[in-house]
């Protein structure tokens, strides 16, 4: 069963970095694509970043392009989201997703604020 953990969310001031986790378990984690999506409030969920199984294929939200990053651990079962030069905007709950075929599962969100 899927199960999927995030973490790295916190307050920060505009400009400022955060780097977002997702530990996996219960799948072989190596075999999915992993995505971040986020939901700022009153806003339906949107797809940020996602990654191949291999970590060889990466692709982003027009808006983040440029300052955020996904990366994956194989090792490790963890996806990261390098989120650099945040904006008020980026302002949401992030989420990850074990995709193959669609998401598999989610984790819980970790809350991300961007204000000054």
């Known amino acids: 069963q899927v199960h999927l953990v995030e973490s790295g969310g916190g307050l920060v001031q505009p400009g400022e970095s955060l780097r977002l986790s997702c530990a996996a378990s219960g799948f072989t984690f190596s075999t999915y694509a992993m995505r971040w999506y986020r939901q700022a409030p009153g806003k339906e969920r949107e797809l940020v970043a996602s990654?191949?199984?291999?970590?060889?294929?990466?692709n982003y939200l027009d808006s983040v392009k440029g300052r955020f990053t996904i990366s994956r651990d194989n090792a490790k079962n963890t996806v990261y989201l390098q989120m650099n030069s945040l904006k008020p905007e980026d302002t949401a709950v992030y989420y990850c997703?074990?995709?193959?075929?669609?998401?598999?599962?989610w984790g819980q969100g970790t809350q991300v604020t961007v204000s000054s």
């Open positions: 990654i191949t199984n291999s970590g060889g294929s990466t």
């Open positions: 997703c074990a995709f193959k075929i669609g998401c598999r599962g």
